[in-house]
């Protein structure tokens, strides 16, 4: 059984940064894909950025390219995004996920979660 606990959310102001972690416990972290996704306020629970379980491969959401970089280090046992240039429509709920499968963006591939940290970003 693996554990997720994210960090790092937190209210800022559009155009700036925040650097989200996520700390795994209870499995061994390099072999799971790891994988951040987003809900907005009422709506569907989104895809965002992932990572393969060497790091080498990375996959982001059409919305996000450019601006946020997901990064890991095994040897910490954790997952990072730094979000750059924050958007209004940034604003949900960002959860770490991981996988026991090969990197991928589909949330059904994912069987741990962790409880989710609030970003807000206002304009």
């Known amino acids: 059984q693996v554990q997720l606990v994210e960090s790092g959310g937190g209210l800022v102001q559009a155009g700036a940064s925040l650097r989200l972690s996520c700390v795994a416990s209870g499995g061994t972290f390099s072999s799971y894909a790891m994988g951040w996704f987003r809900q907005a306020p009422g709506k569907e629970r989104d895809f965002v950025a992932t990572?393969?379980?060497?790091?080498?491969?990375?996959y982001y959401g059409d919305s996000v390219k450019g601006r946020f970089t997901i990064s890991r280090d095994n040897a910490k046992n954790t997952v990072s995004l730094q979000m750059n240039s924050l958007k209004p429509e940034d604003t949900a709920d960002y959860y770490c996920?991981?996988?026991?499968?090969?990197?991928?963006?589909?949330?059904?591939?994912?069987?741990?979660w962790g409880q989710g940290t609030q970003v807000a970003v206002s304009s």
């Open positions: 990572i393969s379980q060497s790091g080498v491969i990375t």
């Open positions: 996920a991981a996988s026991r499968g090969i990197v991928t963006r589909v949330e059904e591939r994912y069987e741990y």
